[in-house]
């Protein structure tokens, strides 16, 4: 079975600062998605990022990227020039590649509480 | 475009009573989930709606929870009777068709079973 993994509850960070988050996995799969998800508080989650495994390039969005390692099994999230309302609890998830079935359900870390300084 | 709904967004109730809660995914989206978070746990899945029809119910936790869809539209996840360990929040996502399936997440409902 699938499991993902964020080992920091609770980051800070300084506006204007850049930021990492950690999230690790573990699957046999070859081919699967991973997603970083944003829920800001007392509102709704939202997608931030998600990566294909079989791109090897990384994905960006504006001011948040990955570093994806695939044989490390580890998918980080940077935040550049961080801003008041990036601060939100942050969710890693895995999902296997829809080629394999019909298996679409998400799976997920614990979440890191991240929380930008002025 | 409205996003994915849930009703009520909080529920209090004692244990061993009813709960049914509401979701009302985004218009055109077959695809229909249901999760929860339990305090300091990871986010579960609990079942994967195509349509009307249930895709996967792996992740329910056991008989007293009961999911249905009505015409492929709105659904439902009645609990009964709730026990303690339900309390959580419980979240509904939807999405299209489609290999990309993205999420879209409603606000959740927080349900306390006292």
């Known amino acids: 079975a699938q499991t993902v993994t964020q080992s920091q509850p609770e980051m800070s960070v300084q506006e204007a600062e850049t930021v990492t988050l950690s999230c690790t996995y573990d699957t046999s799969e070859s081919d699967y998605y991973l997603f970083w998800y944003k829920q800001p508080p007392s509102r709704q989650m939202i997608l931030v990022i998600r990566?294909?495994?079989?791109k090897q390039q990384n994905a960006t969005e504006n001011r948040f990227s990955v570093n994806f390692q695939k044989a490390a099994k580890s998918f980080s999230l940077k935040i550049s020039d961080s801003q008041l309302g990036d601060a939100a609890m942050y969710f890693c998830a895995y999902r296997s590649s829809p080629h394999a079935g019909n298996n679409r359900k998400l799976i997920w870390g614990l979440g890191t509480s991240l929380a930008v300084n002025p | 475009e409205a996003g994915v709904t849930q009703f009520p967004s909080h529920s209090v109730i004692e244990k061993g009573q009813t709960v049914t809660l509401r979701c009302d995914p985004i218009?055109?989206?077959?695809?229909l989930y249901w999760y929860r978070r339990v305090m300091g746990k990871e986010i579960k899945f609990l079942l994967h709606?195509?349509?009307?029809?249930?895709?996967?119910e792996s992740g329910m936790p056991n008989n007293r929870f009961l999911a249905e869809r009505t015409g492929g539209t709105y659904s439902t996840l009645k609990v009964q009777p709730a026990e303690l360990e339900d309390s959580g929040v419980y979240f509904c996502a939807s999405s299209q068709l489609g290999d990309v399936d993205e999420q879209f997440f409603g606000p959740g409902t927080r349900l306390t079973v006292l």
């Open positions: 218009s055109g989206h077959d695809n």
């Open positions: 990566q294909e495994a079989y």
């Open positions: 709606f195509v349509k009307e029809s249930k895709q996967d």
